[in-house]
């Protein structure tokens, strides 16, 4: 028998640029990360695609990026055809077909492996768009622009990309890192303010697990979140970005290959929320009940305290997010709670151990390797009282009374 041995690994190398309006005409940040910093090197040719809620709000984008291609075309880009629209939200992630239509278009045009293509959307968008550019060539380029919160803080800004599946979210799917993000301010002004808010709980769910003093100081921003204060949520998305980043370059596994999610806090049950409200809840609001229901599952458990955890429910509250839906109520002819197969989806996911990101005290994490169902039921009825009660005032006296032990 003869074995060869064979190790290598690979450099992966993108930036986040944040800036503001980069499509106008004299803005140039997207002309130097096309074109590169080779000059005379052969031209940058793109495809754009667009999620169609931008463009709805923004009916003039279209011609304004044609115009800019034409402006910086002496710099050595080009858009290979006219930009594209496509769906928004989940609607674009479900199903093959967004592969086929772009695959097509890749090859009608014949974009080459050097070739971009720039995906200008929500997270939905991004990792529809971005699974079709990941599979063309075996990989063209991506460029990013997220257009959401949460595709600005987090899913524009990861190695990801997916979409749902055989009755299961972001079931097929690719690790491709992007060839740059670029993080315009301009487009938050057009989101209506579910979308606005949504990102808002993926900051929650990163600060809990990894950084205390960012947590404190999203508890003392939400009543400005709440107003949407431009300044506000620009420094939220900042903090939050640089904590996804530095756990995929640092965090040892940014591949995923190891049987824990720890950036998932909150997550298990969120995904299962929104296939149960059949995407009726966006991802960040799903993400909000999800983080709120394991933050009580972690103190009932005693890995934190109930004076830490009823802050940050409070804050939650005032940014706007329900953190009860009726999908919870959910049961199977059992009387299970419907969002628990979750966790079965879950632990098939990390390769058949169950691994639970939960907070150890705020700002650290560990992982469970077990979880007790009739613990989570406390936790769920002590949560539906929680949310049933009106004002922050009144939130916090009776939700003192109404947590789990
Ligand atoms: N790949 C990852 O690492 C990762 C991480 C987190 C979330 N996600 C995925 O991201 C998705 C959620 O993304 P999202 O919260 O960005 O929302 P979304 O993509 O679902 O978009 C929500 C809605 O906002 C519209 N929209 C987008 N930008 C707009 C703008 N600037 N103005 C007006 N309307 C706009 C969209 O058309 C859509 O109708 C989920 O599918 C989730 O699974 C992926
Ligand atoms: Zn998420």
Known sequence: MTTLNQSFTVDYRFDLH????????????????LAGPTPGARPARALVYLD?????????????I??????????GVSLAAVPEIVAGGEEGKLDLAIVDRIGRRAAEVGLCRHSFIIIIGGGGVLDAVGFAASLIHRGVRQVRLPTTTLAQCDAGLGVKNAINACGQKNFLGTFTPPWAIINDARFLETLDARSWR?????AFK???????????????????????????MAWLIERCARLHLDHIANGGDPFE???????????????????LSQHRLQHGEAVAIGVALD???????????????????????TCGFRLW????????????????????RFREHLGGDLSLAMPDGLGQRCDLHAFDEDRFERCATALRRITALHGPAARQGSAEASTPR
């Open 198 to 202: 949504a990102g808002i709980s993926e």
């Open 66 to 75: 044609h115009a800019w291609f034409g402006v910086h075309e002496p710099r």
């Open 295 to 317: 933050l009580l599952y972690a103190a009932d458990l005693g890995l934190i305290g109930q004076r830490q955890v009823l802050p940050v429910l409070d804050a939650l509250l």
């Open 18 to 33: 944040f800036t503001s309006d980069c499509f106008a005409p004299d803005h140039d940040l997207l002309a130097g990360v």
């Open 257 to 275: 290959r190891g049987s824990s999610r720890p950036l998932d806090f909150g997550h298990w049950s969120a995904h299962q929320l929104e296939i």
């Open 325 to 344: 839906d009726e999908v919870l109520d959910l049961r199977d002819a059992s009387g299970r709670r419907q969002v628990l197969a979750g966790l079965v």
């Open 52 to 64: 169609q809620g931008v463009v709805e709000r923004s009916p003039d984008l279209p011609r304004r």
């Open 206 to 232: 990163v600060a809990i697990i990894k950084d205390a003093t960012f947590l404190t100081g999203l508890v003392e921003a939400a009543s400005r979140l709440a107003r949407r204060d431009p300044a506000s």
